[in-house]
């Protein structure tokens, strides 16, 4: 490549900084912008936010350095080990006469590097429980507001808010977004935190679902889908979060922490929200088999009441009856007293009959008794005449005993006033009266002497001599 | 059972569905036909129950009665939504 000094004669000489800069012409007159790939190694940042490293292969090595403001442009966060495909000049670093890659943009080299690179993002966020079914919530079944994180323009978000219309109008607020290149996926992250930031009842309402989406596109198109950022903002999202990135063969990292997986765009928009007109008819479906249950339930109880009411005896006959038997019963009471009096009575008359009457008794036994007075009066007639009998035969005989006949030989019998036997001459006294009884008769006599005052009456000792 | 004005009823039967969301309200009522078509139960509770599922079918009602369709575009600012604007997609 040198084109001076002939081999051999006359070597030109260089100031250092002369071949260095005529070096520098060369390198950078010769590669200019060139694309180098190979596998990052000796990373470091520095405070100063440039960012120096080295790319390798098998058997070379290339320092690297990507400036600041270079940085955010990148395409990629670069790591070691990731192999990639580094867009940049090449240019000298006089002062240790190195030469070093300006790297402007990195890119993962070839599929297969960015697969095994999701790979291992896959099982590490895995590992960490990331994708964990538990993790799930379930989507409201009707939400209120959805919130889309996607790009503002294109076919995607129409094709979202035209599926919404047809199946159920909602409150839809998009998050705009790029969905690829740089700064993608850190404004997705922003955009998925943003919406889970919105205050319950602030001005702007909150999404009670998310959707991010992005349409089909290339494996590079879709990274910023597969960013670590992107995947947690996702995981850790209070708001249940549909993803519907690229076509239904793509998948991304963020379909493991999305609640649901959508294939594309639309089936998120019919995932999202039910079907309106379905819904309707359903309820009214519900209102038909209500109100066909409950006219059941009332019929069936009816039938029922209908068939006890049957089995209840119609309850004025019931009364009437009983009120006839009562009649009845009423009816022979009152007669009964009577009949039961009158049979008392006819049996007291048939005993009555036969009880004899007292005054007959009494005559019956009057009878008897003056039968039986006339029989003693009988007996004590003849007895009075037999004793009467015997006292006539007695009577002469009487007689002939008697002082009659005493007084009849001519004594008499001496009596005081009081008809007394005097039988003593000392009761006469003078002037007592004397009886003097004779056989024809009485005689009166006096006791001679004076007035009785002294001495003592002695007719007895006469009397006693007459005797 | 105790006689209620409807207008009541109808308060004291929604008042407490207002929290509820759709998917709630339609989960009961569909379990309130379900009951109902088994026929299980008092005929006081049954009637309790459709009157119940009557309010949960007109909250339902009124949920999908709210169809419109707003679009709007958040506004950022410093990584917050600071407020909506029109979102015009053709732009």
Redesign the interface.
Known sequence: MQETAPPGHNLPEFAVSELAAAIRRTLEGEFGRIRVRGEITELKRYPSGHVYLALKDENAKLAAVIWKSAVPRLGLAPENGVEVIATGRLTTYADRSTYQLQIERLEYAGEGALLARIEALRKTLAAEGLFDSARKRPL???PRVIGIVTS???AV??DI?HR??DR?????????VAVQGQGAAEQIA??I???N??PEDG??PRPDLLIVARGGGSLEDLMAFNDEAVVRAAASSAIPLISAVGHETDTTLIDFAADLRAPTPTAAAELAVPV?VD??R??DQ??A??SS??A???N??RLRLERAARAIPDLPTLIAAGQQRLDDRAARLDTAIGTLLAARRHALDRIAARLPHPRETIAARRAALELVSQRLQDRIGRVLAAAEARLGALAPRLDSVSYQSVLARGFALVTDQAGHAVTSARAVTPGKRLGLRFADGEARAIGEGTAPRRGVPRPEPEQERFL | MAVRPEKQRQAEGMADLQGM???EA?AE??G??GR??A?KGS?EE??RA?ER??AL?RH??A??AE????????V?TG???S??EP?D???
């Open positions: 409201p079944r009707i503002p323009r294109g978000i129409r808010l919404l219309a159920f109008p909602r409150e839809v607020l998009v998050w705009p922003a955009a935190r943003g919406f930031a919105l001005t702007i309106r819904l309707v359903h309820l519900l209102r088999r209500a249950a409950i059941r339930i009332v069936e109880r | 969301s759709f998917e339609l009522l569909e309130i036909v109902l078509e026929g005929l049954a009637i459709y599922g009557d079918r339902c009602a949920k999908l169809a419109q369709a707003k679009v709007s575009r958040i950022e990584g917050t939504a407020g909506t979102l997609t053709d732009a």
